[in-house]
């Protein structure tokens, strides 16, 4: 049996309709989602990541400070640990570092990176380290969206919008798993007004392929691990040519051999598809396909990337999607799964 866990945010402010963090059991035979439970422990589940082990589950708390741990029982569920404040508000990405020891959390409007340790007991301890996204001045800060591991799980991506206020940005940070610590090892600057939201990396881990929110468009750069920096490339719009209309670019993926790259638009309720050239990581634009809702916020693909899954966080719905990667084309399978403001899907 597998299982889904659904991110879903609560609040009015957000005009939300979610009751909680949400767990689907999955059949294997017929691919069925049911239902099993919804925690809510506080407002905004959203983001979230499970320790290497797949034995806890992590997750951010959207517009508030907080960041909890639950612990996975032998029947999929939850059980709440603790929540902690980190002090940055709006938490938006979590992940977990290679040796299992750290919980790595992006908070936007704190306009922070927090390090934090795991207890042995699978829940969040202390916070070891924070490092501050410079903004314009020493009162002002950038916007850390996302905080992403290379595939080697030795360098962090962190991936900010400027807001007026800071630089749209990818910082590049050197892990030091003896201490959480992170040392800067680059930065790249994107185009003013651009707003960079979400990067993925290839398997061969030298092709980064981020995503622009405002800027709407996919921008391909080089990354170099011996050095740790990064080097633009190619720019390619996420909208099509003939659409005028306003957009918000929000994610960005990779099938399982980096062949196909997908990137999903808010406003144009769309994904799209492009293929990469294995020898030089460049692009090309191979088509668009719907989301079949309002706001595809977040993207995904199962464990064994059969199936592909889009949330729409207006239009309370999951769309089950199958790419095939040799023909660069997706195929709905007709499966929609009803659920209140999904905004994250983990797959165990």
């Known amino acids: 049996m597998s299982y889904a866990y659904v991110g879903c945010r609560t609040t009015k402010e957000r ?14 035979q017929t691919g069925d989602w049911k239902e099993i439970q919804c925690l809510k422990t506080e407002e905004n589940p959203s983001y979230q990541t499970m320790d290497l082990e797949e034995k ?9 400070t907080k960041v909890s741990s639950y612990k996975i029982l032998k029947d999929g569920t939850l059980e709440w640990m603790n929540t902690i404040d980190i002090g940055g508000k709006n938490p938006v990405f979590i992940t977990v570092d290679r040796t299992n020891t750290y919980v790595v959390v992006a908070a936007l409007q704190g306009g922070a990176v927090y390090v934090i340790k795991r207890n042995t007991d699978g829940s969040l301890g202390e916070i070891v380290t924070t490092v501050k996204m410079e903004g314009k001045s020493e009162e002002e800060h950038s916007f850390a969206h996302q905080c992403i591991w290379d595939q080697n ?11 007026l206020q800071g630089y749209g940005m990818v910082k590049v940070f050197r892990f030091d798993v003896k201490d959480g610590s992170l040392t800067e090892t680059d930065t790249y600057y994107s185009r003013e007004y651009d707003e960079p939201r979400h990067i993925s990396i290839h398997p061969n881990n030298r092709y980064v392929y981020l995503i622009n929110e405002k800027g709407n468009k996919m921008t391909y750069l080089t990354f170099d691990e011996e050095t740790g920096k990064l080097t633009a490339r190619q720019n390619l719009p996420s909208l099509p040519e003939t659409y005028t209309g306003e957009g918000q670019a929000s994610a960005s993926l990779l099938d399982k051999n980096g062949e196909i790259l997908i990137g999903s638009n808010r406003i144009h309720e769309s994904i799209v598809l492009y293929r990469i050239d294995q020898k030089t990581g460049y692009m ?57 403001s999904p905004v994250c899907i983990t797959f165990r």
């Open 15 to 28: 005009n939300a309709r979610g009751k909680g963090l949400k767990v689907f059991e999955i059949c294997e």
């Open 56 to 64: 806890y589950l992590y997750s951010v708390h959207g517009d508030i």
């Open 153 to 163: 799980q030795e360098y962090l991506f962190v991936v900010n919008q400027a807001r």
């Open 284 to 340: 090309k634009e191979l088509g668009y396909y719907p989301a079949l809702g309002l706001t595809p916020r977040f993207i995904t693909f199962n464990k064994d990337y059969s199936k592909f899954y889009m949330a729409n966080e207006d239009s309370d719905t999951i769309v089950e999607m199958k790419l095939d990667s040799e023909k660069g084309q997706m195929e709905y399978t007709g499966r929609i799964i009803p659920t209140e």
